[in-house]
């Protein structure tokens, strides 16, 4: 049983690969050449199409996540436009800082959409998960990707930089979303 991961971006790989180890299946990386654009309008549009072309380009079961932060006071930018928002990591926290400059209204939220495509292509499962924080000032933390250092979770008192990568994989967006997969999935194999 082989799963491909349709991701370019290490730092998602990681996580994702925590969630899938346990499943039994055997995970192998998307080739770098095949990159899927991402025409749709929302997040799970986006991982279906990630999903769906991977699988047929390489004839094996794939597995894509899509995600991203909207930010309340910035009507929900950048939402799916999230790894387009600058050419770096710090280009985007950056970016966000200054769109958002000294809005009192802070609230945001990680959204994760993840869809599971069988080897023709077809959609087998899809899930979402949700997690609410708020954008803090400063940068704050080392650990994690892409906006964890502004990511701010009043609940543990932490930004997703601060956290234990189990921590952050426990209540995060894509935690949320695999929590929500994972026995979707058991019950896929046994069907
Ligand atoms: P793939 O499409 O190849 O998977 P990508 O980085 O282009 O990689 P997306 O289009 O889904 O993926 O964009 C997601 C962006 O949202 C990602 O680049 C981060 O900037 C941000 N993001 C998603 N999950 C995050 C997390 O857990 N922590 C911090 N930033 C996250």
């Known amino acids: 049983k082989i799963m491909v991961v349709a991701t370019g971006n290490p730092g998602k790989l990681e996580e994702m690969q925590v969630y899938l180890t346990d499943l039994g299946w055997e995970l192998q990386l998307k080739p770098d050449s095949l990159e899927v654009e991402e025409t749709g309008e929302t997040f799970m549009e986006n991982a279906c199409l990630k999903a769906s072309e991977v699988a047929r380009a390489t004839g094996q079961w794939a597995i894509a996540d899509d995600s991203g932060l909207e930010v ?9 436009f999230s790894a387009r928002y600058g050419a770096t990591d710090a280009e985007r926290i950056e970016r966000l800082l ?17 869809a599971i495509a069988r080897p023709d292509g077809a959609i087998a499962l899809q899930t979402e998960g949700i997690c609410p924080g708020r954008i803090i000032h400063r940068p704050r933390g080392n650990n994690g990707f892409g906006y964890d250092p502004i ?41």
């Open 72 to 80: 309340d006071a910035l009507d929900g930018a950048p939402g799916i």
């Open 98 to 114: 200054f769109e958002l400059g000294n809005e009192l209204d802070r609230e945001a939220q990680f959204v994760c959409a993840i």
């Open 151 to 191: 990511f701010y979770v009043p609940e543990q008192r932490l930004t997703f930089a601060e956290m234990s990568p189990e921590v952050k994989q426990r209540i995060s967006h894509r935690g949320q979303a695999f929590a929500a997969l994972i026995p979707q999935l058991a019950r896929l194999e046994h069907s």
